[in-house]
């Protein structure tokens, strides 16, 4: 069974340009959570969903970044306008209510 | 709010030695206590998790963690060290049946030959 999906892995862009990280959950979870790591600050969460809901976007940095889950299966995170203070490698997480959650290989951000 | 620290950023230690890695919480509510693992390049991957049963827990890789309430700690050991245990760990808090995972800084295991 395939775990969760992350796309893409690398991303390299310049700032102020718009970048969308995609997220694929495991069949049958419901729950989806994004977290970024970084060396300075380790690993933060970002926002999470139940049922395609946003619970707590309290992590969200600021109004550049935005997620969304269009469906049950799939979510977006989104930065625009992007700044070189946003490289980090992004993570995605998915469970079934409040079991184990489970990680994506991750996106590793950089922006120039 | 719960938190985690993890003592020591960096632990070293020989191939087929004794590996203790070690995590206090703060938590205002019985905790479900997690570690993870994360090697070079990759995601994290659950090694064991406490959530209220017994409070010596056994996970992969001949990993074992023991909640002790009276000195709100949750240090992973492992008898005999592995080359392949080279990695980063972290230890992750959640109270009670709480979805929001809040993580420890992490600890980097080297083993030397």
């Known amino acids: 069974d395939a775990g969760v999906i992350q796309s893409p892995r690398h991303e390299v862009t310049e700032m102020g340009q718009e970048v969308t990280l995609r997220c694929k959950l495991i069949s049958g979870h419901n729950s989806l959570f994004w977290y970024r790591q970084t060396m300075m600050r380790g690993l933060e969460l970002l926002i999470y969903?139940?049922?395609?809901?946003?619970?707590?976007d309290s992590g969200m940095p600021e109004d550049r970044f935005s997620a969304k889950m269009p469906n049950a299966s799939f979510s977006t995170l989104k930065i625009q306008p992007s700044e070189p203070r946003d490289s980090a490698v992004y993570f995605c997480?998915?469970?079934?209510?409040?079991?184990?959650?489970?990680f994506g290989p991750g996106t590793r951000l950089t922006v120039l | 709010a719960q938190s985690v620290t993890q003592l020591g950023s960096h632990v070293s230690v020989s191939e087929g030695a004794l590996v203790l890695l070690r995590c206090n919480y703060s938590s205002s509510v019985p905790p479900y206590l997690f570690w993870y693992v994360q090697y070079p390049n990759q995601g994290l991957q659950l090694l064991l998790k406490?959530?209220?049963?017994?409070?010596l827990v056994k996970g992969i890789n001949g990993f074992e963690a023991e909640f002790k309430k009276s000195e709100t700690s949750f240090h992973l050991t492992k008898p005999s060290a592995h080359m392949s245990d080279a990695a980063e760990y972290f230890c992750?808090?959640?109270?009670?049946?709480?979805?929001?995972?809040?993580f420890g800084q992490g600890t980097r295991l080297t083993i030397n030959p």
């Open positions: 997480a998915s469970t079934v209510s409040t079991d184990t959650q489970y």
């Open positions: 406490y959530t209220s049963a017994a409070t």
């Open positions: 969903f139940n049922n395609n809901v946003p619970i707590d």
């Open positions: 992750a808090v959640t109270e009670g049946g709480a979805q929001k995972l809040v």
